[in-house]
């Protein structure tokens, strides 16, 4: 379900909750997206997720709302540039490796130290 470009570490630890929690949000996660895209916010719409609460985004889906591991906070590209998690020469990478937001989810996994953008799937309608 995670595409080969993803960290190895994911597939043991988080792979599975990550799943997990994805196939009940993945609709709202999906339509927020669009809407950040289309109201011209960002083209590059991310969703860092943490099981504690986290500075970077805000709170979207929080996970004792709908009985998930994760909290789901909600952001875009520019924030990550502002608080320099993402470099200034690394913007066009990272535009380059960013995957169709209609087909893909950006993830930013965040897990005490360990950090990751991952990149899973929409389910198909």
Do not use: H
Request: glycine share 4%.
């Amino acid at each position: 379900m995670i595409s080969d470009e993803n960290d190895p570490t994911l597939n043991g630890k988080y792979l599975g909750t990550i799943t997990s929690d994805f196939v009940k949000i993945s609709d709202t996660l999906k339509e927020a997206s669009y809407q950040v895209r289309t109201r011209k916010f960002s083209d590059y719409p991310i969703f860092p997720i943490c099981k504690e609460m986290q500075p970077i985004g805000k709170i979207f889906v929080g996970k004792a709302e709908k009985d998930l591991d994760w909290n789901y906070f909600i952001t875009y590209l520019d924030e990550f540039v502002q608080r320099k998690l993402i470099a200034e020469e690394a913007i066009e990478d990272f535009q380059k490796a960013y995957k169709d937001p209609d087909e893909f989810c950006c993830l930013f996994v965040i897990d005490g130290a360990f950090t990751s953008f991952v990149y899973i799937p929409y389910p198909n309608d």
